[in-house]
């Protein structure tokens, strides 16, 4: 394992179990993890950050084996691990403020653990695809899947959730909408507003405090949503499918106001930083690309694996050397280039200009 202490913008896990810790100002990254055992069974299939104090902070890795590893960002070990079950996938990890930790898995059994204990298990349904965590309000979770709509949990009290979704009305032949939920995301700051997507390429908003049905529903591509996040302001969001297809929908008007360019795989995880004007996008391209405001890669990372999951840190990303008091400039500017070549004259003497023809 390496012992370089580079300081990474961001980090992201692999399929077959690697986590990557990547700069992007050299556009480089370092594996972590036993690179003699890859398999796909420790793919990393969620991850979140858990804080130990106020200068350092560790990474939940959920696997796909059932078990969910810790990773040291300041010595870059890996540490203890927690087995949920040795068969199942891990659909989402958490990390709560009192240091405990909770684990869904595919067959909907969600856990809580302290100290390595378990203190709470809880059935959410079956076919659990996703699980997450809404880090405005600590104790508030929100699980989906195949045939099981969106539901919402205190854990506080885990008896019932605290609200279900209701089936969309049948479509235009009568026939039932079939359920597949395969991203959610919160609003930020907001304890409300859920965001959705589906196997069946439909967008949907849910606001708790007026129906139990959408509020807002589009209709999106033709492939199956597999990323899903809001934009820091609330008022748009950043899809992604399994084509590689991705756009930014405006959540006020319902028109799609762009789209990204540049991924050849399906999309795996979307983060936005929270500060900066930054989007990061991971997927099956094995690619990590980092978008501008106008929706223009400025950074792109070949990874050398399928990537399924982005963390991105609050910190200011760092995306140009810094050489004394001048940042050096990112590629070379073309303009600049042309101007500061001279003129070179055609050497031929036989060559004589031609006359123009009198009209």
């Known amino acids: 394992m390496s012992t370089n202490k580079e300081r990474y913008d961001l980090w992201i896990g692999s399929e077959l179990g690697l986590i990557k810790g990547v700069v992007l100002k050299k556009e480089s990254f370092t594996n972590y993890g036993d690179i003699k055992a890859l398999e796909k069974t420790q793919s990393i299939t969620s ?6 104090d106020k200068k350092s902070s560790s990474i939940l890795m959920g696997l796909k084996n059932g078990t969910v590893k810790t990773f040291d960002t300041s010595t870059y070990e890996i540490g203890s691990s927690i087995t949920c079950n040795k068969q199942l996938p891990v659909r989402g990890v958490a990390a709560l403020p009192d240091g405990s930790i909770v684990t869904c898995l595919d067959n909907g059994n969600l856990q809580r653990w302290k100290n390595d204990q378990c203190d709470l298990e809880k059935s959410v ?3 659990i695809k996703v699980m997450v965590h ?7 979770i929100a699980t989906g899947g195949q045939e099981n709509d969106l ?13 279900t979704a209701k089936n969309v009305k049948n479509d235009f032949l009568n026939l039932r909408v079939p359920v597949w939920i395969t991203a959610i995301d919160f609003f930020n700051d907001d304890n409300n507003r859920v965001a959705v997507g589906s196997a069946n390429h439909i967008v949907r ?7 139990r049905r959408p509020v807002y529903e589009t209709d999106w591509h033709e492939h199956p949503i597999t990323a899903l996040t809001l934009k820091p302001g609330n008022h748009s969001l950043l899809v992604g499918n399994s084509a590689g297809h991705m756009s930014e929908i405006d959540l006020r008007s319902g028109k799609q106001l762009g789209a990204f ?4 795989g399906s999309i795996r995880s979307i983060v936005c930083h929270k500060t900066q004007p930054y989007v990061g996008v991971c997927g099956l391209d094995r690619v990590f690309k980092l978008y501008d405001a106008n929706r223009k890669i400025v950074k792109q990372i070949y990874m050398k694996s399928n990537l399924n999951f982005i963390l ?21 500017d073309d303009v600049d280039v042309w101007q500061n070549m001279e003129t070179v004259k055609d050497g031929n003497k036989n060559d004589k200009p ?3 023809k009198k009209k």
């Open 151 to 163: 539901k919402l949990w205190q854990l506080k009290n885990m008896d019932k959730p605290v609200f």
């Open 261 to 264: 360019k540049g991924s050849a």
């Open 47 to 52: 991850m979140c950050w858990q804080k130990n």
């Open 354 to 356: 031609k006359k123009k």
């Open 312 to 332: 991105m840190p609050d910190t200011e990303l760092q995306l140009t050397e810094v050489i004394g008091d001048k940042r050096e400039r990112e590629g070379t």
């Open 125 to 127: 349904g079956d076919d």
């Open 134 to 140: 809404n880090k405005h309000t600590t104790d508030i």
């Open 205 to 211: 908003v849910y606001d708790r405090r007026e129906k």
